[in-house]
């Protein structure tokens, strides 16, 4: 291992250079929460008490041995793989991860079934955040909120406000607001005749939900659009200018548009978003992920697109205001491994964004100087940022480098395989 606080130390000096203060930065990223996704550890398959696999037009692909078959399996490998996760964390829980001895449909569901995840993050001292899951279920084949049949459409509405009790249930408990995620697959294989009544479904279903649940408290709600799903490529009731349109409409302090960086066209980043919803919203959910090709969900990388979304939340002064999640699956690798490099990967786009000289850069656009501006941008690219980084990582005690990934490597013969 090389001198770590030596490259720290050198770092330091070349970004003051810049005027740029590396503790201030290391400290705003640390105590900034990225919200990791519990559907890695088991390929989204939850532990409810009946058949069947994943639906709703998202896959995970790979066999990779060791996944969690449990609940208690789940949690002890995310213990795993916070251990190498610097920074301030979160978890987001989907409604299929519920616990209970017999089979408790969606519309039954109730805090108690996710009383040991409470306990949990109290004692781990994390904040919950939670997700309705309007997939994998026989109700769910044809349209769940957007349904025509007025039974499955109200059982939807029903789980959608369970989902709004539970998330109250966690902010109570864990004294942080729970964000919750509202994601419905509804679309069809072909161009329908009919584009406005599912939609119009939609609507009265979350107006429906909003409405039964208005005294629910310390719950933000994030509104996911999508542009096709695998089997519903052609329609999306829940499109982006439908979940656009709602957003803003509700004009609520709780109802907010989820952007998920694998749900648009292959050209369209979320990046050039963010600029054009903060002009009317006050906050933002993402779900930062890896299209590629399509909405495949890779492990989340350290890429030019994750970097842009960092760059534009910080300049926007926006980082603060932005509910940061993860949202991959990769079940053809270790999946430990998948989570500590998506979330260490989301981590150090941040703190890639935040060593930036910012104020120096904004100060030469606004006087007119976009010579000097590509100059300045392009000059950071190569910084010594990896400098900062294992400094971070070993000051957070979190794992410099790669030395994390032999430990991962044991716990995978000692326990995964053991599975
Ligand atoms: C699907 C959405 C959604 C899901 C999770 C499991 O395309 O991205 O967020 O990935 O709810
Ligand atoms: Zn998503």
Redesign the pocket.
Known sequence: MYDVKKGYELAKEYYAQYGIDVDKMIEICDKTPISM?C?QGDD?IGFEKKDGGLT???QTTGNYPGKATTPEELRADIEKAMAYIPGELKVNV?ANYQEADTFVDRNEIGPEHFENWANWAVEKGIGLDF?P?Y?SHPKSEKATLSSADEDIRKFWVEHGIKCRQIGEYFYKKTGKVCVI?H?T?DGDKEFPVDTLTPRLQLKKSYDEIFEATKDVEGVMDGI?S?VF?IGAESFTAGSHEFCMGYVMKANSDHIIM?L?T??YHPTEVVSAKLGAVYTFSDHVLL?V?RPVRW?S?HVVAFDDETKAIMEELVRLGKLQDTYIAT?F?DASINRIVAWVTGMRNTRKAMLYALLQPNEMMKKVEADGDVSGRLAITQEFKAAPFALVWDYYCDKTNKGVGLSWLDEVRQYEKDVLLKR
Do not use: L
């Open positions: 996704h559907w989204v709703g037009g998202i989907h997700n899951t997939f995620n994601w697959p996911e999508k799903g989820t998920d694998g749900h779900h992920s909405d969900d949202d699956f």
